[in-house]
């Protein structure tokens, strides 16, 4: 039986090319990180040449960490995002003050209530939950117990965490998240992406939309 589509975001992205495989593939959005501690660092300026690539459609997303204001109004000066997504200690006013779409990330922490912060954070276009590693906001490649989300968030789901192409059709058949979102599964070696594991992510998901997981 054919399921409803599960959108797919590809973060982490720093080369163009890898930008146009995953919007060729079928991706949704991709992701731009300017948390310059990452690996998956992008400048500005790198960020608007695979901006510059893109065919129409696909969404542009800035993921930011506890950045300034400064720092985010300055990048949006220089890059045309679609969206912006929050993986700190930022409040709901800051989240809210830029004007754009925004997702608030929250990490699967023990004692976690997302009830609460889908509350709290009820001007978010989306949730996007990770796991929990400390010292690290994100990106690790860990998986956490999905049974630990609530069926019935009230606003839309997105799955990250330690997700890959064998690994993403149980979790959309267990969480049935709005969307998917995948960094280090997709990668070469860290912070590299590979076109081929994209590719094959993608595809998973689709397998797994058509109801023919495989």
Request: with cysteine; proline share 7%.
């Amino acid at each position: 039986m054919k399921r409803e589509r599960t959108r797919v975001k590809i973060c982490g992205i720093r080369e163009a090319l890898h930008g146009c495989v995953a919007a060729d593939a079928g991706a949704d959005a991709i992701g731009l990180v300017f948390y310059r501690e990452s690996p998956r660092y992008v400048t500005p300026g790198a960020a608007a040449t695979v901006m510059s690539m893109l065919p129409p459609f696909v969404t542009s997303v800035g993921l930011f960490v506890d950045a300034t204001e400064g720092k985010v109004r300055d990048t949006l000066a220089n890059v045309r995002l679609d969206a912006l997504q929050f993986h700190g200690d930022e409040t709901p006013e800051f989240c809210a003050s830029f004007g754009l779409p925004y997702v608030r990330a929250v990490r699967m922490e023990k004692g976690i209530n997302l009830l609460e912060w889908a509350g709290r954070f009820s001007s978010a276009r989306a949730l996007l939950v990770d796991a929990h590693t400390p010292g690290s906001p994100g990106g690790t490649g860990q998986t956490f117990d999905w049974s630990a989300i609530p069926p019935d968030l009230p606003i839309p789901l997105i799955l990250a965490g330690g997700l890959t192409a064998e690994n993403v059709g149980q979790a959309i058949r267990a969480v049935r998240p709005w969307a998917v979102d995948v960094s280090s599964g997709v990668e070469a070696s860290r912070g590299t992406k590979d076109p081929r594991k994209i590719v094959d992510f993608i595809r998973s998901v689709r397998r797994e939309d058509a109801g023919t997981p495989g």
